[in-house]
Nanobody
């Protein structure tokens, strides 16, 4: 059974950092492209970062370039999103995503709130 479980969200002050985790089961993250999305209240879900299967090549939304880093730990079967220099506009529910076994798979999301 394919499952994605996000964790690591919370309340942080502007300029702070958080590291989100996405623990996968039912498939190997090393074999699939992995993505992080976010959805702020009243807005559409947007792609934040993705990491390719080969070479761990990563891409980022312009709004987070230079501040966020996506990475993968194959031994832990987990994908991470390191978020630095957080801004109030980064406030959203963050979701992990992978297209596995002909289906788009989502976790339940983790809330990130950036406020002083």
């Amino acid at each position: 059974q394919v499952q994605l479980v996000e964790s690591g969200g919370g309340l942080v002050q502007p300029g702070g950092s958080l590291r989100l985790s996405c623990a996968a089961s039912g498939f190997r993250v090393s074999l699939y492209a992995m993505k992080w999305y976010r959805q702020a209240p009243g807005k559409e879900r947007e792609l934040v970062a993705s990491i390719a299967v080969t070479g761990d090549s990563a891409t980022y939304a312009d709004s987070v370039k230079g501040r966020f880093t996506i990475s993968r730990d194959n031994a832990e079967n987990t994908v991470y999103l390191q978020m630095n220099s957080l801004k109030p506009e980064d406030t959203a529910v963050y979701y992990c995503n992978a297209f596995v076994y002909l289906g788009s798979r989502w976790g339940q999301g983790t809330q990130v709130t950036v406020a002083s």
